[in-house]
């Protein structure tokens, strides 16, 4: 069964779209994930062009992170006030990246910089978990520490202005919460992910907050930052396929409230395991699109 695309101007398979929409809506109810690392690579193998992969795709964040916000506020595990400073950066992201889309947009490059960036950031970030994983699961050995850990990095609590996080357990300044939802924003508008795969890890490494609040927490953020990426690319770049974030919703929506419940569940660094291995092998696969040359560059099909 298929449906066309207006902006996109193809046909897709309906049950494909909402299905990749459930898989990222899982995602984004376990880990905190807004999903779209996955959700634009996917939409871009299977031939929607890159700007209108990535411009859907954040809209379709919106809705799963509804979802997925909700679930984790009957769990008591949002902290509200992290949340409105890293929206509060990410909205002054979400600017910027929309003025560096369009100038992109107009030279052409758009497409190219949409894959190199995807690629390193998906093997980085795939390589980071992959090695924490195993050592959680004590399949390698972890690496040596030159100190005892801290519960936040030096140059986090160097900064000034603290504020009480009651929520998260934390005594720090709003700057460093604010620079990560500002990064996040950027990614939003460039790349149609919602960054919670940066600034969960982010969370817990930098800033030292309770595991028990960051998922919700970063699908609040999620929330504000792509409801805004939403409205810049729907009037700037005008490339938002309405009718493939409406399939791509209702596949999200019904997968994070599934996701939610799973996370409480399943081993967590058995996910992650499998998260990381799935992020590496996407970033592989781009990395092949960008630099694999066919032998023959042009074929001929009987249609």
Do not use: C
Not at 10 to 39: D, E, P, R, W, Y
Not at 117 to 132: E, F, H, N, P, T
Not at 164 to 174: D, E, I, M, N, T
Not at 288 to 303: A, E, K, S
């Amino acid at each position: 069964m298929e449906i066309y695309l207006p902006i996109a101007e193809q046909s897709v398979n309906i049950i494909f779209i909402i299905g990749l929409g459930a898989l990222v809506g899982i995602l984004s109810g376990l880990f905190g994930v807004g999903g779209g690392f996955l959700t634009t690579p996917f939409l871009i193998f299977y031939g929607i062009p890159p700007a209108v992969s990535v411009a859907s795709a954040a809209t379709m964040i919106t809705g799963a992170s509804v979802s997925g916000v909700a679930a984790h506020m009957r769990r008591g595990g949002v902290d509200f006030k992290m949340g409105a400073v890293l929206i509060g950066g990410g909205l002054v992201g979400s600017v910027l990246g929309g003025f560096l889309f369009r100038l992109l947009q107009k030279t052409g490059q758009i497409d190219l910089v949409i894959g190199f960036l995807y690629v390193g950031l998906l093997g980085s970030i795939g390589a980071l978990m992959l090695r924490d994983a195993m050592v959680a699961l004590g399949w390698i050995k972890p690496p040596k520490r030159a100190g005892p850990p801290s519960r936040h990095k030096k140059y986090v609590a160097a900064l000034p202005l603290r504020w009480r996080f009651y929520a998260s357990g934390l005594y720090v300044s709003p700057l460093a919460p604010a620079m990560l939802g500002f990064v996040a924003g950027i990614l939003t508008v460039l790349l149609g992910v919602g960054g919670g795969f940066i600034v969960v890890p982010a969370m817990i490494y930098i800033l030292g907050m309770s595991a028990r609040v960051v998922v919700g927490t970063s699908l609040l953020m999620i929330l504000g930052v792509s409801a805004v990426t939403t409205m810049v690319h729907a009037l700037s770049t005008q490339a938002v396929d309405i009718v493939l974030a409406a399939l791509l919703l209702l596949g999200g929506v019904v997968g994070a409230q599934y996701g939610a419940v799973v996370a409480q569940k399943i081993k967590p660094d058995l996910l992650r395991f499998a998260l990381s291995v799935m992020i590496l092998v996407v970033a592989l696969r781009l990395f092949l699109g960008l630099t694999w040359r066919p032998d023959q560059i042009y074929t001929v099909t009987l249609l």
